[in-house]
């Protein structure tokens, strides 16, 4: 059976204590569920940096985009986990 990659979903931080280089506080990120980081109540969130990284859930609170602007997270073609800058 083919496995689908998560869709990935929108949060905004609501704490980053001890990730303050890594996360801005009210900002918005994308999220890439997986059921396995969530059983350890974490949640993998692409940063700062670009790349995904894992956090604990209760910094993000989720959030749903309008289309109009869930286009402008999408991926870019270079790398999958790369994303447009987040304002």
């Known amino acids: 059976m083919k496995q689908t990659e998560p ?3 929108f949060v905004v931080c609501v704490k980053n204590e001890g990730y303050a280089a890594s996360l801005e506080l009210r900002k918005i990120y994308e999220a890439l569920p997986d ?3 969530a059983e350890h109540r974490l949640i993998r969130v692409i940063d700062e940096s670009g790349e ?3 956090y604990p859930v209760d910094y993000f609170v989720p ?3 309008p289309q109009a602007a869930e286009s402008a997270f999408s991926p870019t073609p270079d790398h999958s986990l790369e994303r447009t800058p987040l304002l």
């Open 35 to 37: 059921a396995r980081d």
């Open 7 to 9: 869709r990935s979903q």
């Open 52 to 54: 995904g990284y894992l």
């Open 63 to 65: 959030i749903e985009l």
